[in-house]
C-alpha cells in the first residue's frame, strides 16, 4: 500500500495509475468484494476520461480545471482501491505484527496499527453526524451550494467532536493494554511470507514491467 | 493491595476538584464498589488507580499518594501500571482494538512481550471458558451482542493476569440476562483472588459478592458500608442515596405484531395473518410487508405492526436483532421493502427523513450550531401549534445555558438540548437510542419525564433500550426482535 501511494503519487505517478487499478480490483476479488472490484475500474474509467479527454473534445478553460481535478483524483480512487483491500481484510495487530517483522521502526509500526484502527472510528462518527444532519434538514446538495461554508462547519464540528471522543477511549484502553510501551512486543503467532504473498509480488512484478514497456496510456 | 492517601484531582480549567481527600484501602481480593449520581467521581477515582490520572492528562493537579501493588503511580510509568491492573471501561466496544475475539485477547499479552507459546495457551485457555457459551476465537468482536462484549473485555483485561481489576459502569448497556451472567464473571475472578473495583449504579446484582459499598458525594467519600449494611440496605434506602436497586425486566404488555424479527409473534406464534391483528386507531405509524437486507442477508422481516401515536414503544432485543435497521427504516434513513405509513397514508423515504427524529446515545453529533439559543432557533419550525422556544428551555432547565456553546455542556445538558430541539421541531416520529446509559436514579427520572414529554405531543415513539428501570418507567408497550438469521450471540 505504501509502495503504490508512493509510486503513483510521485511527479511521473499517472502513467502506473492502470496498473494500481487492476491491482486494486484484482485484490478486491480475491475477498470477493463484488461491487469494489467492478467499482474501481469504473470510477477510474469515467475519471481518466474527465482527465485526459474531456479537454481534447471541449477546449475550455472550466474543463481545463475539471480535468486537473480529474487526474488527481483518479490517483487518490487507484491508491484508495488498494488501501481499501488493507482495511477490508488485515486487522491492526497483525500489521503491526507484520511491520516489526520487516524490522520497521517502532513509531511506525504502532502509528499504522493506531491509523488502521482510527479510520472505521472517524467513518462510522461521518455517517452518524451525516444522518443527523438528514434528519435535520442540512444535508443535501441544494444547501451545500448555497452555503458551502456553513455546511461544512456543521458537518466537521460534530464529527470531530464525536471522533475525539471515541479516540480517547480507543486510546485510553490500548495504553493501559501496553501498546506503545518500551517493552519488545511479540505476536501469539508471527507471521511468514506464504505462497499468496510470493503470487501478489510475481502479479505486481509483471504489472510494473507492462508499464514500463509500453507508452503511458495516461501522462 | 490499594491505598489512597488524601488524594485530591482538579481537571484542567476546572474550579472545582473532581476528587477531595480521598482516603481508600482495599485488601487483596477484595471487591469493592463505588457508587453515587452521576459526576459524584466514580470514573475519576478509577481512573487514578489506573494512572491514567495523572498520566493520560496533560494538566490538572494530583495531590496526595496512590500505589497499588505497592506501587507509587504517581511515579511509575503506564505500562508498569498496565502489567499490574486491568480496566474495563463503560462502552466496551469502543476499547476493543482489533477484529476478532483471539486477537483482542492476546493483544495485553503481546504488547506486554510475553512469548509466543504462553500468548497461544491463555488465548485457548480463556476461549474454551468463553466457548462454553458458543464463542469461537475467530468471531468477529462486532457481532457480539452487549453482554458478550463486556465478558470478552473483561477476559482481555484479565488475560496477562493483573492483580487488580477496575471496572467502570459494567452493567450500563445490559439486559437483565446478561447483568446476570456479569455478576456470574466476577464471582469468578474473585474466587480467583483477584481484587477487584467497581464503579456502578445498578448495585442489587454485586451485593452478593461485593465486601464493601463507597458512597460518593461531589468528589469525596460520604459514606462506607460494609457488606451486611449493603445486603440489609432497603430499595428505599438505596433511592434515598440516589442509587439503583433491583434490576427487574419492565413487564410491558407487547405490542400487536407479526413477522419473522420477532421473538413471539402475536397472537401465536404460527399466526402470520395480518388481518389477525386487533383493529385499532389509524393514528400512528404502521410498518406494512417490511423487510430489509443486508449483503443478501435478511436482517429485519416485519409483516405488520402499528406503533400508536402519543405512546412510547419499548424496542428490545439483543445486538444484531434489527432494532438500529428499524430505527432507520422508520426515519427514512434505511431503504426496504414494503410500505411504511403514518396515519394510514404511506410515506416515501424522503418524507419520512423529513418528519422523524433520532436522540442518538452520543448527542454530540447531533448539536450543529454555536450556542444553546442558535440551536434552539435553527430548530424552531415556526408553525402556530409549536411550543415556544423559551417554555421549552425552561421546562428543560436550560435557560440559564442560552450562550453557552453546546459541546461545552456536560453529557446530561446536552441530551436535553437535543430533546429540546426535537420537540420543537414537532417532528412526528422520534428515536430514543439507548438514552439512559451510565445515569444515576435521579437522572433516570428526569430522561424519563422528556420521553413521555415528547409523546405526549402525540409523536410516535420509539424507545431503543437494554435498560429495564427506564423502560419500566417511560415505556408503554414492547416490540421484542430477534435475529432473522441465526448469528445471535446474546
Known amino acids: 500500500m505504501l509502495a503504490v501511494s508512493l509510486t503513483v503519487m510521485s511527479p511521473d505517478g499517472s502513467r502506473f495509475v492502470p496498473a494500481a487499478l487492476v491491482l486494486g480490483a484484482a485484490l478486491a476479488l480475491s475477498e470477493r468484494a463484488w461491487g469494489r472490484a467492478v467499482g474501481l475500474p469504473l470510477v477510474g474509467a469515467a475519471l481518466a476520461v474527465g482527465g485526459w479527454l474531456a479537454p481534447l473534445w471541449w477546449p475550455h478553460p472550466l474543463v481545463a480545471v475539471l480535468a486537473l481535478v480529474c487526474s488527481f483524483t483518479v490517483r487518490l480512487v487507484a491508491c484508495c482501491g488498494v488501501g481499501a483491500h488493507l482495511i477490508a481484510t488485515t486487522s491492526p495487530t497483525a500489521l503491526s505484527a507484520a511491520l516489526r517483522a520487516m524490522r520497521a521502526p517502532r513509531a511506525v509500526a504502532v502509528t499504522m496499527a493506531v491509523m488502521l484502527r482510527f479510520f472505521p472510528v472517524v467513518a462510522h462518527e461521518a455517517g452518524a453526524v451525516l444522518d443527523a444532519m438528514r434528519l435535520r434538514g442540512l444535508a443535501g446538495a441544494g444547501r451545500l451550494a448555497r452555503h458551502p461554508i456553513l455546511s461544512l462547519e456543521r458537518f466537521t464540528v460534530p464529527m470531530i467532536a464525536a471522533s475525539l471522543r471515541a479516540s480517547e477511549d480507543l486510546s485510553a484502553g490500548a495504553i493501559l493494554r501496553g501498546l506503545g510501551s518500551r517493552r519488545r512486543p511479540t505476536a501469539a503467532y508471527p507471521p511468514r511470507l506464504g505462497w499468496p504473498d510470493g503470487a501478489v509480488g510475481l502479479a505486481v512484478g509483471g504489472l510494473v514491467a507492462l508499464t514500463l514497456s509500453v507508452p503511458p496510456v495516461l501522462a | ?490
Not at chain 2, 96 to 102: E, N, S
Not at chain 2, 211 to 236: M, N, P, T, Y
Open chain 2, 1 to 490: 493491595m490499594i491505598r489512597l492517601r488524601e488524594v485530591s484531582w482538579t481537571y484542567p480549567h476546572a474550579v472545582r476538584p473532581s476528587l477531595r481527600d480521598i482516603d481508600l484501602k482495599v485488601a487483596a481480593g477484595q471487591l469493592v464498589v463505588l457508587c453515587g449520581a452521576s459526576g459524584c467521581g466514580k470514573s475519576t477515582l478509577l481512573r487514578t488507580l489506573n494512572g491514567l490520572i495523572p498520566h493520560f492528562q496533560d494538566e490538572g493537579v494530583l495531590s496526595g499518594t496512590v500505589s497499588v501493588g505497592g506501587l507509587a503511580l504517581q511515579r511509575a510509568e503506564l505500562d508498569q501500571i498496565g502489567l499490574l491492573t486491568g480496566t474495563v471501561l463503560q462502552h466496551p466496544r469502543r476499547q476493543f482494538f482489533t477484529d476478532t475475539v483471539a486477537e483482542e485477547l492476546a493483544f495485553a499479552m503481546e504488547n506486554f512481550g510475553f512469548p509466543a507459546p504462553d500468548i497461544r495457551t491463555r488465548v485457548t485457555q480463556l476461549s474454551a471458558q468463553l466457548g462454553q457459551g458458543g464463542l469461537t476465537p475467530g468471531t468477529s468482536l462486532g457481532r457480539l451482542s452487549g453482554g458478550w462484549q463486556q465478558r470478552v473485555a473483561i477476559a482481555a483485561a484479565w488475560a496477562h493476569r493483573p492483580a487488580v481489576l477496575l471496572l467502570d459502569e459494567p452493567s450500563s448497556n445490559l439486559s437483565a440476562e446478561a447483568v446476570d451472567q456479569l455478576a456470574q464473571t466476577l464471582g469468578q475472578l474473585k474466587a480467583e483472588g483477584v481484587t477487584i473495583v467497581v464503579a456502578e449504579h445498578r448495585l442489587r446484582y454485586l451485593q452478593d459478592l461485593a465486601d464493601r459499598l463507597v458512597i460518593l458525594c461531589d468528589g469525596a467519600i460520604a459514606a462506607e458500608w460494609s457488606a451486611a449494611e449493603f445486603r440489609a440496605a432497603s430499595d428505599q434506602r438505596l433511592a434515598e442515596q440516589g442509587l439503583r436497586g433491583e434490576v427487574c425486566p419492565a413487564p410491558l404488555p407487547a405490542l400487536p405484531a407479526t413477522g419473522a424479527s420477532l421473538v413471539q409473534p402475536w397472537p401465536e406464534p404460527c399466526s402470520a395473518d395480518p388481518s389477525a391483528l386487533p383493529v385499532g386507531p389509524s393514528s400512528g405509524l404502521e410498518l406494512d410487508q417490511v423487510v430489509c437486507r443486508l449483503g443478501g442477508r435478511r436482517v429485519l422481516d416485519l409483516a405488520q405492526v402499528r406503533f400508536p401515536a402519543g405512546q412510547v414503544t419499548a424496542v428490545r432485543g439483543v445486538n444484531g436483532s434489527g432494532k438500529s435497521t428499524l430505527a432507520r427504516i422508520v426515519t427514512g434513513l434505511r431503504a426496504a421493502s414494503g410500505q411504511v405509513k403514518l396515519d394510514g397514508r404511506p410515506l416515501s423515504r424522503r418524507t419520512r427523513q423529513r418528519i422523524s427524529a433520532i436522540v442518538m446515545q452520543d448527542v454530540q453529533r447531533q448539536l450543529f450550531t454555536d450556542s444553546v439559543q442558535a440551536e434552539i432557533e435553527l430548530a424552531a419550525s415556526g408553525r402556530p401549534d409549536s411550543p415556544s422556544p423559551a417554555a421549552v428551555l425552561d421546562s428543560l432547565d436550560l435557560t440559564d445555558l442560552a450562550d453557552r456553546h453546546p459541546l461545552s455542556l456536560s453529557g446530561g445538558q446536552q441530551q436535553r438540548l437535543v430533546v429540546a430541539t426535537v420537540r420543537l421541531s414537532g417532528h412526528r416520529v422520534v428515536v430514543f437510542d439507548e438514552p439512559s446509559s451510565g445515569v444515576d436514579r435521579r437522572h433516570l427520572g428526569s430522561i424519563s419525564h422528556q420521553i413521555r414529554q415528547v409523546a405526549a405531543s402525540g409523536a410516535v415513539v420509539l424507545l431503543i433500550s437494554h435498560d429495564e428501570d427506564l423502560l419500566a418507567l417511560a415505556g408503554d408497550n414492547q416490540l421484542t426482535l430477534r435475529p432473522v438469521a441465526d448469528l445471535d450471540l446474546g
